[in-house]
């Protein structure tokens, strides 16, 4: 199997190769939509995880307790 990453500044241009791929759907090839907004906030909500674990190991911020987290669920 091969991946291929497509950048496409055109959003019209974008159109017209996902309207061809999706011709060859039923031959193997699969079209997925990469959004880089989405890589953003995947990468700020990490960071600010990483930032309240610490403060919460510096006792600057105060935990729940799991027992909550678990009967939320």
């Known amino acids: 199997m091969k991946k291929y990453t497509l950048e496409i500044q055109n959003e019209s241009v974008a159109e ?24 953003d906030e995947l990468k700020n909500s990490l960071k600010q995880s990483v930032r309240e ?6 006792e600057k911020l105060e ?5 909550d987290l678990l009967n939320a669920l």
């Open 63 to 67: 935990a729940k307790p799991i027992e």
């Open 16 to 39: 017209k190769v996902l309207w061809m791929l999706k011709h060859f759907q039923d031959e193997g090839i699969s079209i997925k939509e990469n959004n880089t907004n989405n890589d």
């Open 53 to 58: 674990i610490n403060q919460i190991k510096q």
